[in-house]
Structure formats: C-alpha cells, structure tokens
C-alpha cells in the first residue's frame, strides 16, 4: 500500500511539473518561426502574429501553433511548408501556402509523419501546395474546418489530392472544402473514420476509397468535377445524406464493395448517376436519382443487394444494364420510376404490373447508338410492342415487381438542370 501510495504521489507531482512547465511563446513579425518551434517545449503554445513567415518546418515534439490574425507560413516552393514529426501537435488558424510540386517526395502543406498520432489541423488555409495535407500511418488525427486549394494552373495529374490518408485509424475529416486539386480526399488503407459536411469541387473524384473498411461519408457535397464519390474495394461503408451533382462522368460509383449502406443520397444532374460494377450484398435505399443522363449504369455481376425505396425521377436513360438474365430491384417499398405506364387498380399506391428498365429497343440501342435516330419510327415502334408481348423476346432487365406510383423525396423539382 505504500508502496501505491509513493507511486500515485510521485505520478501526481510528475502531472503538475509538466502542467506548470506548458507556457505561451509569442511570434513577432521578423522573429524566426523556427527559433521559437526549436526553443518550445513540449506542450507549449507558440502563438504567432499576422505576418508572412517562412516555413519548411519540422515539428518534433508536442506543440500548439496558433495562428493570431491569420499569420502566413510559405514554404517558398520547395519541399514541405510544415511537417510534424510528434505525437498531439496542433495546428490552428494558419495561412499555410507554397510548398514544392515534387510528387514522388509527396511535397505538402502540412506532412504528418508515421507515429504523430492525434495531429489536429484546424481552421487552416492550405493554399497552392502540391498535396493540401499528406497523413499516413497515423490515429486520431482531427481534420476540421480547413480551406484547401491546390495549384489550380496545374494540369490535374500533376497535382496532389487535398487530403491523402495512408494506413490510418479513427480520422475525423470534417467541415472542410477543397478544390483545384487531383482528387478531393483520397482514403488508402484507412478505417474506422467519419467524413462529414465538406465540401468539395473542380477535383477529379470528390473522395476516392480504395482498400478502406468501417468508414462513414455523411453530409458532405461534391459537385463539378469528374466524379463525386468513387468507392473501390472496400466493405461496410455509412454513405448518406450526401449531395453530388453535376459530375460529368459519376455521381456515387459503387466498385467491389460490399456490405455497405448508401441511403438518403441526392444524385442529380451527373452523367451517370449510380455507377455499380462488382458490387455486392448492399443496400441501396432512399435514394433520390434525378435528372441524369443513366440513372444506374449496372454492370459486372452487381448481385445480391437491396435496392429499394429510391425515387428515380427524370433521367434520361433509369437504368443501363446488359447482361443475360433479369435482376429483381423489388423490395416491400418499392422504387418510383417517373416513366412507369402501369396501374394501380387496388389503389395500395404500387404498379399491379412490373416495372422493366430496358427492352429490346433499348438494347439494341446500346449496341448501335446510330439506332437513336430511328427511335420514333413506326418500324421501332412495333418492334418494341412486339417485345412487350412475346416474353420470349423481352431482353433481360432491371425489373421492379411493385413499383411505388409517387416519388417520396417533395424536392426532387429543385434538383432539376444541374448538370455541369
């Protein structure tokens, strides 16, 4: 017991030094940023004033850098502008621009360094750097209200992403917006983290996971670029209540994924709306697709998943599949399909007749897109009635038994003409 005693007795004096030690170091316009990093100790708060600052700094110890006014920290176009190195260094409220464009040293922002666990960048400004934040091999690092923009002059593949995660666990990537970079957030090997309320455009892929498991991406938008989310080998993802419009390949491309839920989404005006390729045993529920060219592009054995309950409103082409048998959308809600011709004798709010997304006009359209300009003729008319009423020659198709006769989300109107 005394023994215990000595123990939490010297534990507790060990609490107050360190506590007694942490101390605010102020920064100067003129004074070296370096000096004052160096000289810290570990918990300090080194607080710098509104001025210009030069950086390709190395922080190596648990620090605080606190921006007063909106200081500014170039890194003068060469390698790194801040690099942390320690474990619970934060850095807030600073100006960080100019870093090197090297792309095999992965010049950045701010680098975070294997090990510096629970780095936090907050209400930063990450201007013309080359990546915006690298992080890898990292937990808890906190991500949080940032304006990233990359080097916009720069054709897209010699950019950096505006956020790349590499091997971490537990990040919290939240209310950022990024732009004019290759990709928005780019999510390599990366688990257990939540990406909520950014907002990202003029990118290549609003957010790119590939090898990553157990995330959630919820309220954020990604709007013009080339695709809005791109999910790619990875299992049990959260994707809902996001935004992603005028995408002009993609809105949500859903590749080798499985186990996942993608609900309350609004996927409007993009090329392709759903993207599902090698998809399997998820749920795709409450959706509103609206005004693409293809609602759903389906390809590649994308079996086994509960897609039910969408509103599918205005798009040019709802569904694009070919393949050699039907594949049953029918789930006990029902999706609404805006060109549904059927009925509803029982009044129960659901088609008495199936709903088929494609017919044999539709597939031979695929296979000859000249064909379109045939597609009011009395020829292909009757071909198409004559595929109606001979199953043994309807093409194989998205089918929904019941289909829902209304459209749950009141605001699909408003997500009308926004393509890019």
Request: aromatic share 8%; proline share 4%; charged share 20%.
């Amino acid at each position: 017991m005394a023994v215990l005693k000595t123990l939490l007795a010297a534990a507790t004096l060990a609490l107050a030094a360190a506590t007694t030690a942490a101390a605010e170091l102020r920064v100067h316009p003129g004074d070296s940023l370096a000096d004052a990093v160096q000289h810290a100790a570990p918990g300090d708060v080194v607080l710098i004033e509104r001025g210009d600052y030069r950086g390709n700094l190395r922080i190596d110890k648990p620090l605080t850098l606190r921006g007063l006014g909106r200081p500014t920290v170039s890194g003068g176009l060469d390698g790194d502008t801040l690099r942390i190195a320690s474990p619970d260094v934060t850095i807030e409220g600073l100006i960080v621009i100019d870093s090197g464009d090297d792309l095999t040293a992965q010049n950045a922002g701010i680098y975070v360094e294997p090990g510096s666990d629970r780095a936090a960048i907050v209400h930063c400004e990450l201007v013309y750097n080359l990546f915006g934040l690298w992080i890898q091999h990292v937990k808890d690092v906190r991500v949080d209200g940032n304006v990233i923009v990359g080097k916009r002059d720069y054709p897209s593949a010699q950019r950096g992403n505006g956020i790349q995660l590499y091997d971490t666990t537990g990040a919290r990537i939240v209310a950022n917006q990024i732009s004019f970079a290759r990709d928005g957030i780019y999510v390599d090997v990366s688990h257990h983290a939540v990406f909520r309320a950014n907002r990202i455009h003029n990118v290549r892929y609003g957010t790119h996971y590939m090898n990553s498991n157990d995330n959630v991406w919820e309220d954020n938008d990604s709007y013009d670029n080339r695709g809005g989310l791109a999910l790619m080998m990875t299992r049990r993802q959260v994707v809902r209540h996001n935004r992603t419009w005028g995408n002009t390949d993609h809105g949500i491309m859903l590749r080798t994924i499985q186990d996942s839920v993608i609900e309350g989404n609004i996927v409007a005006g993009n090329a392709r709306g759903l993207f599902i390729y090698d998809a399997e045993y998820n749920v795709v529920r409450g959706n509103l697709v609206v005004d693409n060219e293809v609602g759903a592009h389906l390809w590649a054995g994308s079996i086994h998943n509960d897609i039910d309950g969408n509103d599918f409103v205005a798009n040019r082409q709802p569904v694009h599949y070919i393949a050699a048998n039907d594949q049953s959308w029918s789930g006990p809600q029902g999706n609404y399909w805006s060109n549904y011709l059927g009925w509803d004798r029982d009044g129960d709010g659901r088609g008495d007749v199936a709903y088929r997304a494609s017919d044999l006009v539709d597939r031979l359209v695929w296979r000859h897109p000249a064909a379109k300009l045939l597609l009011n003729s009395p020829a292909v008319q009757t071909l198409r009635m004559v595929g109606e009423q001979f199953p043994l020659l309807q093409a194989p198709s998205v089918v929904d038994a019941h289909p829902r006769l209304r459209p749950r989300s009141e605001e699909w109107h408003r997500w009308m003409g926004r393509q890019r």
